[in-house]
């Protein structure tokens, strides 16, 4: 069974737990409201303000009346977190009103979006958005020599804590003030810092997991290089979840896929069972699967 992570596995209940920025790794308790130190860390340390306000901004999440946080989990993960520091979401999209976007999309592994005149922030993977940095923010907030091996560095410590890391970034643009293209992004931007989420598992996930191991059954979690060994696969676009499939199968496997995006339809029809997410998933990965999976749980694949 080759199984999408969050949602599936996990509880779907992100939050962010450390916050590397300015050379400091700085756990989310120590910016709870009342502990004495937050204002101080902020007013000391202005890359990790800057961090929690890309967190902010570049976000499609927003609040709601009825039902709290509305929007993908990762990114409610990144607005409470901001707010949790003190920063005001209405105050900092009056000061940074957004001008345009570039949707985050898997194959791309970024978001980016145009604030006032010329602000440019992204927030993506480690790998893409490292890539288009030539300089890093330091605590007073100047632009200095990007130290990339001690960055790689807490992300080995964060992600060995179990945690997703996402990377953030700021440019300058210098176009239309209105459009946000892509070449805009390719270099030069300033790394701002890194924020490490937890999604818990769902603890029938575990059991259900060890249940299809019992009976013979593997489990991969696909979020290739040699698909028999290997059990986890990270960063991955649609089309290698149909080469991860394929090759599956071309080893005499008999494979279930789960998905829930217009570009999983061809994993989900490949799939010797395609599962496709009940709460979630779009019309089109629905059609393409043999298998509606209504609580979006993975317990109910091993059922």
Not at 174 to 194: A, C, K, T, V, Y
Not at 276 to 301: C, P, Q, S, W, Y
């Amino acid at each position: 069974i080759c199984s999408d992570k969050t949602g599936t596995l996990t509880q779907n209940r992100m939050t962010v737990q450390e916050i590397y920025a300015g050379g400091a790794l700085v756990p989310i308790e120590a910016l709870w409201p009342g502990n004495g130190s937050d204002g101080d860390l902020l007013a000391s340390n202005r890359a990790l303000e800057e961090t929690l306000l890309a967190g902010l901004l570049c976000n499609d999440a927003r609040p709601s009346q009825q039902e709290g946080l509305v929007g993908d989990p990762t990114e409610t993960a990144l607005l409470q977190a901001a707010e949790t520091a003190g920063l005001d979401r209405q105050q900092a999209l009056e000061r940074h009103p957004r001008r345009d976007a570039i949707p985050f999309e898997s194959e791309q592994q970024y978001m980016a979006t145009l604030h006032g005149s010329d602000r440019i922030l992204v927030k993506g993977s480690v790998e893409v958005v490292l890539a288009r940095c030539s300089r890093q923010l330091n605590p007073s907030g100047q632009a200095e020599h990007l130290e990339g091996e001690r960055i790689i560095a807490a992300v080995a410590t964060m992600a060995g804590r179990g945690q997703r890391v996402l990377a953030f970034a700021i440019g300058r643009a210098d176009g239309d003030p209105n459009q946000l293209q892509p070449s805009q992004i390719e270099r030069g931007l300033d790394f701002l810092g890194l924020q490490g989420m937890l999604d818990p598992p769902r603890p029938e996930a575990i059991r259900a997991v060890a249940a299809c191991q019992g009976a013979g059954i593997r489990v991969k979690m696909v979020t290739v290089d040699c698909a028999r060994r290997n059990d986890v696969f990270a960063r991955v676009a649609p089309a290698q979840k149909l080469a991860l499939v394929q090759a599956l199968q071309a080893d005499g496997a008999v494979v279930a896929m789960t998905g829930d995006g217009v570009n999983d339809a061809p994993a989900l029809k490949q799939a010797g069972i395609g599962i496709a997410m009940g709460k979630g998933g779009t019309e089109v990965a629905r059609e393409a699967a043999d298998m509606l999976l209504t609580d979006d749980n993975f317990a109910t694949i091993e059922a």
